[in-house]
């Protein structure tokens, strides 16, 4: 097979609890290095907070496995410093074929949206995301990354929890404040706790095979139902970075695992799909089944699941790695305030709620996807080609053609943490709603909103004209910088201007922050450190602003 | 009117963020109906459903166009 990735090799260190012999305690311990275990703990480090990541490995990911990283993703991964890396090498498409049989049925083209810093998705194997994460997480002197320490035993109490962990030179104890376990769906952490993950598991198998093509092969999605070349089932092909391109067959319940990784099984099959005379070499195959389950709570007292640990879903849709990195925007802040001394601790029971939420959004997605994909009775089998056989002529029938919905943030409308609105609002910038982004200009500086909130509260205060601030209110704004969880003023206008009186002027350059978040003269926007909106009004009241912060951080009392 | 041939589906009091949902959302709702039926069964649920909704459009002139795009390439 071929090899157009490198593995690197993450060199073993041993822990100054091996060296000295003493028993450590740590505010944060992550265990999983994976895509959201790294994440959580860079950006924990990158906020002030120390924290220890434990892995049992020593490589990335081995095979492409997540390979679809869509808009939210990516604005997480730009705060955590790695999102251009992963652009940059990433691909994206945006030409999709669906073919029912021998024909296609349509294709759409999802051109990007103008005026957002990153695109709707991105095709990356998962192992350069890790390799970037790695990257990143090891220029943080805070961060511990310590490879090949593989945890053995959990036990929680009231404070923390204790940990043995197992390396080369032995086993070891150290002790943390706060358990985030991130060590995927498998998660070692929840066996030992002896925790539920309940769901359930889709009877199919399929074949995943990155293949390098020789030659040009379009940048596109094809998705075919019931083709010729593999009959009754569906197969997915799409590319990603380096000309590899990942191919997923649908094997049926019955395949065996064994048999069909064999390259002279699976060679045959991709041929029958390309036609005989393009050449390819294969480079990774692995044959999967999935589940689609959660647990009940995703904390456990000091104890703090995200990604693959908490919830699995099937991979139509992108739903994994996607969610997983939600999970970590949505629990680092929380934490931060948390340890900080700044938000009780039931501000993490809000980690649980909201995400739990998102993963049900998420979980019925998907599950929707896979039952049009892979229909489990004859009437659904009948329905499901009854729509692809309308799809061709009927706008209708193409709505309901369901190979995955793309992964995009859950929108929080029911979280206690947000404050109702109290004045009308267009739009779907709601209270919950991950933000929007929008081309910014500060000064003579071109850049984007997301890049502008994101790890502190934020108040956007949208104004004609800035200049026109008077005294009072500008004294009122800056009041709000100097509680004890401080908001930073960032005014939008449309006419821009220099920072004004010490308050930073963002000029909405192209007129979409106004468009995008239905914005008026005195239009207030309190964002939360995860870049979700919090509360909004149509006028700037500093009571208001102060109660909605104290609810979006449980210090109601 | 004329047979409507494009999205169509929403619930009254229900927000989408998605254009998907809607449809999605009756989707599910159709194959759940079906759920744990015979294929016998499941003919039977059908034809009472077309029997349903026909009435309720009631344009035979609409149910005439529908019928003959439904029998089109079979």
């Known amino acids: 097979m071929l090899s157009t990735y490198a593995y690197p090799k993450y060199e073993y260190i041993q822990p100054p609890e091996q060296r000295s012999g003493e028993t450590r305690r740590y505010p944060v311990v992550v265990v999983g290095a994976g895509p959201v275990g790294l994440a959580a703990a860079i950006e924990l480090a990158q906020t002030g907070v120390p924290v220890v990541v434990l892995d049992d ?101 009231g404070s923390g929890a204790t940990l043995q962990v197992e390396t080369p030179d032995g086993i070891y104890s150290l002790e943390t404040d706060w358990l985030i376990a991130a060590d995927g769906a498998r998660s070692a952490v929840r066996r030992m706790m002896n925790l539920e993950i309940d769901g359930k598991i889709f009877m199919d198998r399929f074949l995943i095979a990155d293949v390098v093509m020789k030659a040009d092969f379009p940048s596109e999605r094809w998705f075919w139902f019931d083709p010729p070349f593999h009959p009754g089932q569906s197969v997915l092909l799409h590319r990603q970075a380096d000309n590899v391109y990942r191919i997923d067959f649908q094997l049926g319940w019955q395949a065996d695992p064994e048999e069909e990784k064999k390259p002279e099984k699976v060679i045959p099959r991709i041929k029958a799909m390309l036609g005989d005379d393009r050449e390819f070499e294969l480079e990774w195959v692995s044959v999967y089944t999935f589940q689609c389950r959660r647990m009940t709570e995703f904390r456990h007292g000091r104890v703090l699941f995200a990604g693959d640990a908490a919830h699995q879903v099937s991979p139509f849709g992108a739903r994994g790695a996607n969610s997983g990195l939600q999970d970590t925007d949505n629990l680092v802040w929380k934490l931060k305030l948390v340890l900080d001394g700044l938000a009780p601790q039931t501000l993490l029971d809000t980690y649980s709620q909201e995400r739990v939420f998102a993963a049900d959004e998420n979980l019925m997605n998907s599950t929707r996807s896979t039952d049009f994909i892979t229909p489990k009775s004859k009437t659904s089998l009948t329905f499901r080609n009854a729509v692809l056989s309308l799809a061709r002529d009927h706008a209708f029938a193409r709505a309901l053609v369901n190979s995955g919905r793309l992964s995009v943030a859950a ?27 929008a081309p910014v200009r500060e000064g003579a500086r071109d850049g984007w909103l997301l890049d502008c909130v994101g790890t502190r509260f934020v108040a956007l205060v949208y104004v004609s004209d800035p200049a026109g601030l008077d005294a009072a209110t500008v004294q009122c704004l800056k009041e709000l910088g100097q509680g004890g969880i401080p908001i930073e003023v960032l005014l939008v206008s449309p006419v821009g201007g220099l920072a004004h009186r010490g308050l930073r002027v963002l000029e909405d350059c192209a007129g979409r922050i106004a468009e995008r978040y239905d914005c008026a003269p005195g239009t207030v926007y309190l964002i939360r450190p995860d870049q979700h909106v919090a509360a909004r009004w149509r006028a700037f009241e500093l009571e208001s602003v102060k109660q909605a912060l104290a609810r979006a951080t449980c210090n109601t009392h | 009117m004329t047979l409507n041939l494009n999205p169509n589906f929403s619930e009254p009091g229900k927000r989408y963020f998605q254009t998907f949902s809607p449809g999605d959302d009756f989707y599910e709702a159709l194959i759940e109906t079906h759920r744990d039926l015979t294929d016998e069964q499941s003919n039977l649920v059908n034809a009472k459903l077309v029997l349903l909704l026909s009435n309720h459009i009631g344009d035979i002139a609409v149910l005439r166009e529908a019928l003959q795009l439904a029998r089109h390439g079979v």
């Open chain 1, 411 to 437: 929108y929080l409308t029911d979280s206690r943490l947000n404050t109702a609105d109290s004045a009308p609002f267009a739009g779907n910038m709601v209270p919950g709603a991950a933000m929007d982004d």
């Open chain 1, 57 to 157: 490995d020593d490589t990335v990911s081995v095979g492409s496995r997540g390979v679809c990283y869509a808009k939210r993703a990516l604005e997480v991964l730009d705060r955590l410093g790695v999102g251009d890396d992963c652009v940059a090498k990433g691909v994206s498409w945006n030409v999709g074929r669906t073919f029912f049989r021998e024909e296609e049925v349509y294709n759409f083209n999802l051109l990007p949206q103008p005026d957002f810093k990153r695109p709707g998705m991105i095709n990356l194997q998962q192992y350069y995301l890790e390799e970037y994460e790695i990257k990143r997480a090891r220029e943080l002197p805070n961060l511990d990354l310590r490879f090949r320490n593989k945890v053995v035993s959990v036990a929680p109490d």
